[in-house]
């Protein structure tokens, strides 16, 4: 009886060094492991230490793709662009040389903060967003490729009745900010825009409000409450809708969406996407409000900055006359009837 319990005291003995041996290894390997994550971080901070800012992003130019040859940028995006998923894609429909001018004058305007941007991030984004004029004009080639459609009424009127509010809403503020005792921008433009009435003249509303709020940002910056995207959206709508909207013209139906116009909308979305970056680096940099205030809306019917929103429509419209491939209008001219 008594070899029978030493026997059974020594298995328990064992069984219990062999836990406290297990516990102990995983307890080591815990701690082996967060010591190799600390050390991976402190390797990554000495790493970045020792990078120079600006060899990174010379390194990035280099690497970027930047020939803006349209058929040439096509052909280069166009497999990315295929990788982007149809579903829920947006239908784009704004104007790429406007949307060019918009990128190159946040270029210009984000490349002194670079280096500061460089140096915050772990992993910047420098090529995407360099890439970003040549991946405009992709763009522009895809957009000439889609078969000319038209918008249905029933469309026509869901995008008046979405830029109705925001239209009504930045022509009250701007008719109190017009008024003679403010008199943050003349009076006689903000009536020009009220004046009218129809489907057509509410679309060039929707592009002239935008428009007001940039060329006079001076006057207006921090004394109003429309975010960028809804100014954005507003100009959307109305570069959309003025070529839909012609007076005495008769409703057309519109076609199923075609392969040329999904790989348009992919297109634009990567657009979309780097134009992301670019701010993000701007809002590390500098702080979102001033990143804000410095960059102008993807979209918008006209640049903001000191350089004036009327040179960018300018800019653009001089490219398409010298020879750069102008979009391709998303309807024919004989769209939807105003009244």
Do not use: C
């Not at 519109?254 to 970056?277: G, M, N, Q, S």
């Not at 750069?324 to 998303?330: G, M, S, T, V």
């Amino acid at each position: 009886m008594g070899g029978n319990k030493d026997k059974k005291a020594r298995a328990k003995e064992a069984k219990a060094d062999k836990k406290a041996g297990a516990k102990a290894g995983k307890s080591d390997g815990v701690r082996a492991a967060k010591a190799g994550k600390k050390e991976a971080r402190s390797a990554r901070k000495r790493d970045r230490a020792g990078v120079d800012p600006a060899a990174l992003i010379a390194e990035a130019r280099a690497a970027a793709f930047t020939d803006e040859a349209p058929e040439r940028a096509f052909a280069h995006f166009r497999p990315l662009a295929e990788r982007v998923p149809a579903a829920d894609l947006p239908v784009f429909t704004g104007q790429p040389l406007l949307m060019r001018a918009n990128v190159m004058a946040a270029l210009d305007a984000l490349d002194p903060h670079l280096p500061a941007a460089v140096s915050a991030l772990r992993e910047p984004r420098l090529k995407e967003v360099f890439e970003l004029p040549a991946l405009v004009m992709a763009l522009d080639f895809s957009a000439a490729r889609v078969p000319v459609a038209t918008l249905s009424a029933g469309e026509i009127d869901r995008m008046l009745a979405e830029g109705a509010p925001w239209r009504e809403l930045m022509l009250s503020y701007l008719e109190v900010a017009s008024h003679p005792l403010l008199g943050l921008l003349p009076r006689e433009r903000v009536a020009a825009v009220r004046a009218g009435s129809g489907k057509l003249d509410k679309a060039r509303d929707f592009v002239a409000l935008p428009g007001l709020f940039a060329e006079f940002s001076g006057a207006l910056a921090g004394k109003h409450p429309f975010p960028a995207d809804r100014l954005d959206l507003l100009a959307t709508l109305g570069g959309a809708l003025v070529q839909q909207v012609r007076p005495g013209n008769a409703a057309a139906a519109v076609p199923k969406r075609t392969e040329e116009a999904i790989l348009r909308d992919r297109i634009a979305a990567l657009v979309a996407e780097r134009y992301d970056h670019l701010q993000v680096l701007a809002a590390v940099a500098l702080g979102k409000r001033k990143a804000d205030a410095l960059l102008p809306a993807l979209r918008a019917a006209v640049s903001l900055g000191s350089n004036g929103a009327a040179e960018a429509q300018e800019d653009a419209t001089a490219e398409a006359q010298d020879g750069a491939p102008a979009e391709a209008p998303e309807s024919a001219p004989a769209g939807m009837t105003d009244g």
